[in-house]
């Protein structure tokens, strides 16, 4: 944990340091983390949406106004991709699509694709395996579907305004609209948005967004 009298903090994997000096060198930063011995661990910079790698002797200069980022991971293999064409390293043999949209910078209503996989889309959820070999290409672009959670599962929708009708029919595939009601709240919408789904209202759907349907008799 950093104290007092350190002017420079910095994060390893979350945990917070620091050190009094401006300029320390990639074995003096996985020694302070505790990573030892220094030569058994991969160090990775995130700077500029990018991540690259600091190897024992490379020179880190500190920024006394923000605290800089590295993740590390045990081993000495540095595997290498692409994020919307910016040259990235990283000390796993897998990225999730979770660290490529937080450490890349890329906006969550954007959807990620891999360019070797005939530009499959990569889930919110899932993972891409880096390969020893070549280069993989991650691309972000206007998506055209996004998921939601209804209920507590995940569907897969057009990304486009939506009726209360058609979110309760997620909900409840059967759903009858004649003899039972249907209470739709929302969560984690546009601009974070939050409230009721009523009936002849539609609404704008996001990555992420939370649905609860509950059903009742009208009579």
């Known amino acids: 944990m950093a104290q007092g009298h350190n002017k420079f903090e910095f994060t390893v994997n979350g945990a917070l340091h620091g050190t009094g000096d401006r300029i320390i060198d990639g074995n003096q930063i996985r020694e302070i983390a505790g990573l ?14 990018t991540g690259r790698s600091i190897g024992l002797e490379d020179e880190v200069k500190f920024d006394s106004k923000e605290k800089a980022v590295f993740l590390s991971w045990p081993g000495d293999r540095i595997y290498t991709f692409t ?11 897998t990225i999730s699509a979770a660290d490529v949209y ?11 694709i891999l360019d070797s996989s005939h530009d499959a889309i990569i889930p ?16 972000s672009r206007e998506a055209k579907t996004v998921t939601i959670k209804v209920n507590g599962r995940p569907r897969t929708v057009p990304k486009q305004k939506h009726s209360y ?25 546009v601009h974070g ?13 996001k990555n992420g967004m939370v649905f609860n349907v509950r059903r009742s008799d009208k009579s």
């Open 165 to 189: 009708r058609e979110i309760a029919l997620l909900a409840y595939p059967d759903a009858n609209f004649e003899n039972f009601k249907y209470t739709i709240t929302y969560l984690k919408g």
């Open 36 to 49: 030892l011995p220094a030569s058994s661990f991969v160090l990775i910079q995130i700077v500029e949406a």
């Open 124 to 139: 919110a959820e899932g993972e891409v395996t880096l390969s020893e070999d070549g280069v993989e290409r991650i691309r």
């Open 83 to 93: 994020v919307d064409e910016r040259g990235w390293e990283w000390g796993s043999g």
């Open 193 to 205: 948005a939050e409230g009721d789904l009523v009936e002849g209202e539609k609404i704008e759907v």
């Open 102 to 112: 937080r450490y890349a910078g890329i906006d969550e209503d954007l959807e990620l």
